[in-house]
């Protein structure tokens, strides 16, 4: 994209002047400008979205005889050599990333001097054939230094160019003639170079990378809305006379670019044979093809095409076939995603007749083809803001705050990496000042398509996996790093985020702490039970959207403002961000296909780091479902959970918060953990303005050793339940518990499943109880507004978890059952299963089962709730248990329920810890989804008025199962209720007896 007052980040240079190319030999050869009577235009910035195989084709040109025939093109190995390298400022693989037009932006020079010439080494990739097979040479925990091989100045505005030395053995020397480069040297008709009309003058290479224009006067590409439309006009108008100047581009741009002779070399038209399948035959037909006039970026399993015409269908074909396709939007862009690996991919346009316009063959890579090492290691970060290089090319906005001046380093460092705007500079995330306080490095990333960054925005896409592997691998090659190692750190989508990265094991990565997390997209927040969450889950996919948007964050337009011409750039391709809440819509049955990769629990037995991991019961946003899959992280070398009553935001309370602090600087520091008096004196104050209490304070520091701490990591039980949380005398109504338990998994060996059968005068009893076997039937009428209603907190501060409103249920609306009162306090903890015989005057019914604790003083607390749309009954027999019904959502699974007929549906619970004082009693109350949860509504069926009916008795035996804590605990559960309300995220309400309207 153009920038005002610019000329797409590039120099003028003069008529006559003296262009330098540099071949990977090392041999460098010069031009003269000769574009007239305007001036020689080389760009210096260009978009990241332009990055593809194409980009090595103008140098590849300007290579001349003496290269080995055949595709270049064509696997990892073949594909980097010729590959020719400029001494502009700044370049990566043949782009430069400076801001010229930003006095305050200082270009890096990145050049490793070889007897007098500029030389880079082209990193390559590396195949392994799956993780488990791979052989990695890394300690489990602590990594010794590896040397690098580049530098970088500094920028003077703290943007930090990643640099890279580029060496060549394959290249021939650059002739400075027009001989035409032999056919293994340039890209059969995709990289030709051509001429353009616009702007006046130009000539130039589009596909090749290395620009030759001359150029009119500077123009403002943005028009009065402040979108940038720029890039879009000026690919159209330098596409004017694409087809039928084809032949002539090529010629004249070598001339240009490499030679002082006329001699003119038109490219050679080609045949493309494409196979489409019909209903009963294929049928072969063969095109001529011309050079394509749009740009081509391959990355893994995703062609990204630029610069086409608004309205042209493309297509990506496979040698067997076309494989999918689209049409390019208004901004000339398209991204086609989901395409298998392999060989041999065309990109083309779709035409009614002529030749077709091509490019490729590509290659489409693997997850499993990584960059060499090299790659990380000659990209330089800096303090302040930097764009680092992925495998595919694109940039990612990462900023860089280090505790002290970079040569008082090497460094602890920690990452946080998300879509929100860890890179924003002026304003850290919660984590990265919390450890950039406590003497850390922290390093915030954009993801791919958002803030900053380039790319297109895709929720957990495949690519910002990868992104993370390359990030944590080039942030841990950096001079100031301790140890090359670094560890991440986040709460709630950065949290979250870690498991994605961590699951592709990056040698540098030393330790993860996810907070306040998922395990499955689908059926932790999106369609809990099968039900969209249109509340939090709608609102926050509506908020990523319009963040992730051109210019969505007020930063990004700052920082364009002031003259960041590569944050300009990274917005191009954010047309063809997914349409996220399109996208949920559409998925109102599970589909294992994209649904397992965006669900850990799939995948965090690949993750082989320690593992830091808190999460609360009730949280308002991401729910506590990610506790289930706790066992899951077989692989993990050591794992620590800290488990709550609460809220989202506490993670960050000061218990969990100081082991955090004990686990990174274990795992990441290698030091003895102890806290920063400065930090521990400032606590109460940032404790007061988070959470609105006073008495917060982080706790002593326990270990005088680094072996101490880490043994007691290690060998201490990994499950650490704080009870009780906002009931502490000592901080009431704060993230602070009344007591601690542990225990060696999760769920804990001690749970008991403890089965309680609902009856007909409305009880919960022993399955042997007489009162089990008596038969009757209850209804309720669906009230659909009530799926609207949540538990907003009572003095309206948004930030308080500890005097939420929690609505009543009106009779004739709600079915309840509850237990005599307990003789002995018990122990809950874990998932609970409700097992409902239930019919509806409907062919669905939404259900909401809630858990609550009747105590003697007449008040009533919430405990948890669990939700199921009645088709989505089906279970998996393989994942299921007697406390946690595994449901399948799959669209193949789905059936109505039987008119006139009882069937059995089984709802999930939600995990939780409660502790049932003796002489209170527990409620089961049935109803319709709604008036549970501080920030979660419910898009029900459209069932008003419609009754759900309940069968209990012999015939239709409803029931629900506890998880009961068995043993002795040590402590004994505190004496006395806790505070109601008072107690975090469990609201109260006066108890108010609901009576069972009989089924008619």
């Known amino acids: 994209m153009w920038r005002r007052g610019s000329t797409r980040g590039g120099s003028l240079l003069a008529s006559g002047a003296t262009v330098l190319i540099h071949c990977r030999n090392g041999s460098t050869i010069a031009s003269q400008a000769t574009c007239s009577p305007v001036n020689l235009f080389v760009p210096l910035s260009l978009s990241s979205s332009f990055l593809s195989n194409s980009r090595r084709a103008s140098r590849n040109s300007l290579c001349a005889a003496n290269h080995s025939s055949g595709d270049p093109w064509r696997g990892s190995t073949s594909r980097s050599r010729c590959m020719g390298s400029s001494s502009s400022v700044g370049s990566q693989w043949g782009r430069t990333y400076a801001s010229p037009t930003a006095p305050q932006f200082s270009a890096l020079r990145r050049q490793s001097t070889r007897g007098g010439t500029t030389s880079r080494s082209r990193h390559s990739f590396r195949t392994r054939s799956s993780p488990s ?178 309205g042209t269908e493309i297509r990506v074909v496979a040698p067997d076939g076309p494989v999918t396709g689209g049409t390019v939007d208004e901004q000339g862009n398209l991204v086609l ?156 989508y950065p949290g979250i985020s870690q498991l994605f990265v961590a699951s592709t094991r990056p040698p540098s990565l030393a330790a993860i702490s996810p907070l306040s997390v998922i395990e499955d997209s ?53 047309s063809q961000n997914v349409d996220l809440l399109e996208r949920t819509r559409d998925f109102a049955y599970y589909r294992p296909d994209p649904g397992d990769r965006l669900a850990p629990r799939t995948f965090v037995d690949r993750i082989e780091v320690p593992v830091f991991l808190a999460g609360a019961w009730q949280d308002e946003q991401t729910g506590s479902r990610f506790a289930t899959m706790l066992d899951d992280f077989t692989n993990a070398p050591v794992m620590e959970v800290h488990l709550y009553n609460g809220a989202h935001a506490d993670s960050a309370n000061p218990v969990v918060l100081a082991r955090l602090f004990e686990f990174m600087d274990v795992y990441v520091a290698g030091r003895t953990p102890t806290i920063d008096p400065t930090l521990r004196f400032a606590a109460p104050l940032l404790y007061r303005q988070a959470y609105g209490v006073d008495g917060l304070q982080l706790p002593p520091d326990r270990f005088t050793s680094y072996e101490e701490a880490r043994a007691a990591i290690e060998n201490g039980p990994p499950v650490h339940l704080l009870l009780e949380m906002g009931g502490n005398p000592d901080a009431p109504g704060g993230p602070l518990a009344r007591a601690e338990y542990t225990f060696d998994a999760w769920p804990p060996p001690e749970t008991r499943a403890d089965v309680y059968r609902l009856t007909a005068d409305g009880r919960l009893v022993a399955p042997d109880d007489p009162a089990a076997g008596v038969d009757g039937a209850h209804e309720f009428t669906v009230d659909v507004a009530r799926s609207q209603i949540v538990t907003p907190p009572a003095d309206d501060d948004p930030n308080t978890f500890d005097n939420l409103a929690w609505p009543p249920l009106p009779d004739g609306e ?128 459209d069932a008003d008025g419609e009754t759900v009916t309940v069968g209990v008795g012999p015939d239709t035996p409803s029931e629900i199962a506890l998880p009961v804590i068995t043993g002795e605990l040590d402590p004994p559960l505190p004496a006395g209720l806790p505070p109601c309300p008072g107690t975090r995220s469990q609201p109260c309400r006066p108890y108010r007896p609901i009576t069972n309207r009989p089924a008619g």
């Open 337 to 492: 995603r989901e395409i298998p690996s392999g060989d041999g991919y065309l990109v083309e346009e779709v035409v009614d007749d002529g030749p077709v316009p091509t490019a490729g063959p590509f290659h489409v890579p693997t997850p499993d083809e990584i960059p060499d090492p090299s790659f990380y290691a000659s990209q330089t970060l800096v303090e302040g803001l930097n764009y680092i290089e992925m495998r595919d090319g694109v940039t990612l906005a990462a900023m860089v705050r280090l505790p002290g001046p970079p040569e008082d380093g090497p460094y602890p460092t920690v990452v946080e990496y998300s879509g929100y705007d860890p890179a924003n500079p002026d304003e850290p995330e919660p984590m990265t000042g919390i450890f950039t306080t406590f003497g850390y490095a922290t390093v915030g990333v954009n993801m791919r398509g958002s803030g900053c960054s380039g790319g297109a925005f895709d929720f957990f896409s495949e690519l910002q996996t990868l992104d993370g592997y390359d990030l944590i691998e080039t942030i841990a090659a950096q001079p100031w790093v301790l140890g090359h190692a670094v560890g991440m750190v986040g709460i709630s």
């Open 814 to 941: 709600a079915l309840s059952y509850e237990t005599e009162p307990f003789t002995d306090d018990v122990l809950l903890a874990g998932s609970a299963r409700v097992s409902l015989w239930i019919r509806a005057s409907a062919d669905d019914a939404d259900l909401q089962v809630t858990l609550s604790e009747v105590r003697p003083d007449g008040q009533e607390m919430y405990i948890q709730s669990g939700w199921l749309r009645a088709s989505h009954r089906a279970l998996d027999p393989d994942e299921s248990t007697d406390l946690l019904p595994f449901h399948t959502h799959l669209e193949e699974d789905a059936a109505p329920l039987p008119p006139g007929e009882f069937t059995r549906v089984d709802v999930e619970v939600f995990p939780f810890a409660h502790a049932v004082r003796a002489g209170s009693r527990l409620r089961l109350v049935v109803d319709n989804p709604g008036g549970t949860r501080n920030l979660w509504t419910f898009d029900v069926l």
């Open 133 to 310: 097979n791979t052989a990695r040479s890394r300690a489990p925990l602590r990594r010794s230094s590896r040397s690098r091989t580049a530098s970088a100045s500094p920028s003077s505005a703290g943007i930090g160019m990643s640099s890279r030395s580029f060496a060549s053995d394959s290249c021939p020397s650059c002739s400075n003639t027009a001989t035409p480069p032999p056919s293994g040297c340039s890209h059969s008709g995709s990289h030709a170079l051509r001429l353009s009309s616009a702007p006046s003058g130009s000539a130039f290479s589009r596909a090749g990378r290395v620009l030759a224009s001359c150029v009119g006067p500077r123009r403002d590409r943005r028009p009065a809305d402040g979108h940038r439309t720029g890039g879009v006009a000026y690919g159209r108008a330098m596409r004017r006379l694409r087809r039928h100047l084809a032949v002539l581009a090529a010629g004249a741009l070598l001339v240009t670019a490499c030679s002082s002779a006329s001699d003119t070399v038109a490219p050679t038209t080609t045949l493309a044979t494409t196979t489409t399948a019909a209903a009963s035959s294929t049928t072969t037909t063969t095109h001529p093809t011309v050079p394509a006039d749009f740009d081509v970026r391959v990355s893994t399993h995703q062609v990204t095409v630029t610069g086409a015409d608004p």
């Open 522 to 574: 689908y059926r932790s927040v999106v369609y809990p039970g099968g039900i969209y969450n249109d509340g939090f889950a709608k609102s926050w996919a509506e908020s990523r959207q319009g963040s992730t948007e051109a210019y969505g964050q007020d930063w990004v337009r700052t920082r364009v403002d002031e003259g960041d011409t590569i944050c300009e750039a990274n917005q191009a391709l954010r």
